[in-house]
């Protein structure tokens, strides 16, 4: 249980247009999703948190007009990459959980390379 | 502000080794832990979540133990395979069990046939 699925796996993009990654929770619900971003060499960074039928909570630094977040259901949240510029260009990952006892689940993540 | 130091950052062992991972955090206050393997250009798995009240967990040759006190976490890996190569990273919720959660940079390790 507590599947988490995300799509695409990776995706490549001409800089300037928009990219949508799709994160679902397969055999729960989850009213909480969290998306994180990861450098090369780095650690996964939050960058938002998607709360269903409300808007997401940013964390300092992320621009909230570029990575727009919809959670429009309690198995479907999705993050959109808008007008993507090469420093765009990172591994998205989403997380979801069905409650405190359950450990943390993570989607497959995505590779985003804007050329 | 909660972080999450991972040592060492690589590490490279012989086929059939023992070895540790070492993981600490600087504020004691946490609600579990959580050790992850990840898989170059692949998402995370998960290996182990250790509860605020419990010491240690295994699961087949891992075992990962926790002193809140020190603020420390081991990741203990038997009869080390050429398919445990990987980046294994520690994690733990701040702001809430539920809520964010802060990661360490990972130790990538090799086992080598």
């Known amino acids: 249980g507590a599947v988490v699925s995300q799509h695409p796996s990776w995706v490549i993009c001409k800089s300037g247009t928009s990219v949508k990654i799709e994160c679902r929770s397969l055999?729960?619900?989850?009213?909480?999703m969290f998306w994180y971003r990861q450098f090369p060499k780095q650690s996964l960074m939050l960058m938002a948190t998607?709360?269903?039928?409300?808007?997401?909570?940013?964390e300092q630094g992320v621009e909230k007009d570029k990575f727009l977040i919809n959670h429009a259901s309690l198995t479907l949240s999705t993050l959109t990459v808008t007008s993507a510029h090469p420093e765009d260009s990172s591994f998205y990952i989403c997380r979801a959980t069905p409650g405190a006892n359950y450990g943390y689940t993570f989607g497959s993540g995505t590779r985003l390379t804007v050329v | 502000k909660q972080e999450v130091t991972q040592i060492p950052a690589a590490l490279s062992v012989p086929e059939g080794e023992n070895l540790v991972l070492n993981c600490s955090f600087t504020d004691s206050a946490i609600y579990n832990l959580q050790w992850f393997r990840q898989d170059p250009g692949k998402g995370l798995t998960s290996l182990l979540l250790?509860?605020?009240?419990?010491r240690e967990q295994t699961s087949g040759r891992l075992n990962a133990s926790l002193d809140k006190s020190s603020g420390r976490s081991t990741l203990y890996i038997a009869a080390s395979q050429p398919g445990d190569s990987a980046t294994y990273l520690c994690a733990v919720p701040y702001g809430g069990s539920q809520g964010n959660l802060i990661f360490g940079k990972g130790t990538k390790l090799s086992v080598k046939p």
């Open positions: 055999d729960f619900q989850a009213t909480t």
């Open positions: 250790i509860q605020s009240s419990q």
């Open positions: 998607s709360n269903e039928g409300s808007k997401a909570t940013y």
